[in-house]
Structure formats: C-alpha cells, structure tokens
C-alpha cells in the first residue's frame, strides 16, 4: 500500500477552511466513497497556519495517480504546496472506546455549526 499527503498554504485563496469543509459534507466525502482502489482518506485542516490537506491510503500507487472527483485545485485556485508519496510500512488500528467503528463520515464537517 502507498499513502500520500496533499497540502495546500490556503494564503491567497480567495476560499476559507469553513468554505471547504462544506465543500467535503455536500460534495466530495460522497465522490470519494466510489473511488476504485482508496483504502482511506482523511480531510485535514490547520486553521491557524490556514493550511488544507488530505492524507490518503492507497491500495496502488497506479490507483492513486488516476483522475479523481476533486474541486479542491479549483476552489483553492492553484496546486498544491505539498504532494508526496510514501510506502506504507505498518497500519494499526488502536483499543477506543467509541460505539461506533466506522471511520467514514467523521470530523468536523459532520458536526454540527456552533451557535
């Protein structure tokens, strides 16, 4: 397996981390789910450094250079700072307590607004 991380500096952008988190729960989570080949992908956000990103697992390096259902270089307006692979050495899953085990349709994106 194969992971990489993809990262935006958001300075710039004429789009915010809020503009893009709604972006992931009315959009693009959804496109990911059908994507051939993604064992897992996870949003991040850094609002203080205003950065955006994702880390992604991939079951082939070949899977994750394929076209995929993305707006992100669109709304941000440019590519990323960062885009780099990785071997993925070991994968472990920890003891937590959540009822829940599933790991999609997880995080902010997902709460609800604060008042």
Do not use: C, Q
């Not at 991380?5 to 989570?29: I, M, P, Q």
């Not at 993305?70 to 070991?90: H, N, Q």
């Amino acid at each position: 397996m194969f992971a990489r991380l993809v990262l935006w500096n958001l300075d710039g952008s004429s789009t915010t981390v809020d503009e893009l988190r709604a972006y992931l729960r009315d959009e693009s989570v959804d496109a990911f789910a059908a994507v051939p080949g993604l064992r897992f992908k996870a949003w991040i956000a850094d609002r203080e450094a205003n950065r955006w990103g994702a880390w992604y697992l991939w079951e082939t390096r070949e899977a994750g250079e394929l076209p995929m259902p993305s707006r992100a270089r669109e709304l941000i307006g440019k590519d990323p700072d960062v885009s780099e692979w990785f071997d993925l050495e070991a994968s472990v899953e920890g003891d937590f307590s959540e009822a829940a085990a599933m790991l999609t349709r997880r995080g902010l994106a997902f709460e609800p607004p604060p008042d």
